[in-house]
């Protein structure tokens, strides 16, 4: 099955500075590739995601890039901010007919230091 | 538009007993997945239904089990009840199937004592 693994566990980045979290994914077939923010006492909640047919997707201060080669996948966040503090979770799937749940890397801390 | 809806918040139980957790999907959302969020492991798949069938199936043991009804509202059953079943069960639904932009509910906290 999949595996995905993320890195690191805990950033901690001053207010203003960029953010970077990155994973890799094992399986070759998994094609889709969305990121989560948790906050305390929530849900995750989608943030942005990527399939792979694209190499590169931004959302305002959010961007992931994808290299399908390497197997690995990264979250970009630019000009922090306070309430950018949460966990984020990378996670890949096999989208489709036949496909999979989504497989979680184990989480990265971020932390805005004001 | 109302998100994903997970009732109860919280739940104790007791070591044995068998519990049922519900989730109501985004309106127009047909496909409904469940996780299990632990320290130790992290998000694990449970299952995932799409029009009232399951389409996949984590590797967890049959004492947990789930199915969709024919508005798309989906519950899970734990039973037999083990101290490590204690976690946060999150619901999440999309809008087809491909299970592709999956929003998740608050989740419900399960304590088994």
């Known amino acids: 099955g999949e595996n995905v693994e993320q890195h690191p566990s805990t950033l901690s980045v001053q207010e203003g500075d960029s953010a970077v979290i990155k994973c890799t994914y094992s399986d070759s077939a998994s094609n889709y590739f969305p990121w989560y923010k948790q906050e305390l006492g929530k849900g995750p909640q989608l943030i942005i995601d990527?399939?792979?047919?694209?190499g590169e997707k931004k959302d305002q201060r959010i961007a992931v890039t994808l290299n399908k080669t390497a197997k690995h996948f990264s979250l970009h966040i630019t000009e922090t901010q306070p309430e950018d503090s949460a966990v984020y979770f990378c996670a890949a799937r096999t989208s489709g007919g036949g496909a999979d749940g989504l497989t979680f890397g184990k989480g990265t801390h971020l932390i805005i230091q004001p | 538009k109302a998100g994903v809806t997970q009732t109860p918040r919280y739940l104790i139980k007791t070591r044995g007993q068998q519990v049922t957790l519900s989730c109501s999907p985004i309106?127009?959302?047909?496909?409904v997945s469940w996780y299990q969020q632990t320290p130790g492991q992290g998000l694990q798949f449970l299952f995932e239904?799409?029009?009232?069938?399951?389409?996949n199936k984590g590797n967890f043991p049959g004492r947990f089990s789930g199915r969709q009804f024919s508005n798309s509202r989906s519950e899970m059953n734990v039973s037999t009840l083990e101290l490590g079943d204690s976690a946060l069960y999150l619901c999440a639904s999309s809008l087809d199937r491909t299970g592709d932009k999956a929003f998740f509910g608050q989740g419900t906290r399960l304590t088994v004592v």
């Open positions: 239904y799409f029009s009232e069938t399951q389409r």
């Open positions: 990527i399939r792979s047919n694209v």
């Open positions: 309106s127009g959302h047909r496909s």
